[in-house]
């Protein structure tokens, strides 16, 4: 199972980035996937998560309204697009999945794929 984040960068704030999580190695269709965020002197929070089957979607409520979680099935990748940065949105943003991995909410659960990281800095 390999995930590979990509698609982070420095904006200002107000600016867009829009993240890719690239998959191999399992079946990507049958796996709900998750974006997850830290921030320095902070705890890792989920910020966005999508289904299998690519309903219902989360989003953590600061996000909400400007940011969009979308899956493409076909080349097995999970997109964050980010409008409407701002500096709190700074962090290492991280994509990850588990067999047992369920997108319901913000709940951590210990998943065992990860994606390798990728940095997103706003400047106000």
């Known amino acids: 199972v390999q995930l590979q984040a990509s698609g982070g960068g420095f904006v200002q704030a107000g600016g867009s980035l829009r993240l890719s999580c690239a998959a191999s190695?399992?079946?990507?269709?049958?796996?709900?996937i998750g974006w997850f965020r830290q921030a320095p002197g902070k705890e890792r929070e989920t910020v966005s998560c999508v289904s299998a089957d690519d309903e219902d979607p989360y989003y953590t409520d600061s996000v909400k309204g400007r940011f969009t979680i979308s899956r493409d099935n076909a080349i097995n990748t999970v997109y964050l697009q980010m409008n409407s940065l701002s500096p709190e949105d700074t962090a290492v943003y991280y994509c990850?999945?588990?067999?047992?991995?369920?997108?319901?909410?913000?709940?951590?659960?210990?998943?065992?794929?990860w994606g390798q990281g990728t940095q997103v800095t706003v400047s106000s």
């Open positions: 190695g399992f079946a990507f269709e049958r796996f709900d």
């Open positions: 990850a999945t588990d067999t047992f991995y369920y997108c319901s909410g913000p709940e951590l659960y210990d998943l065992n794929y």
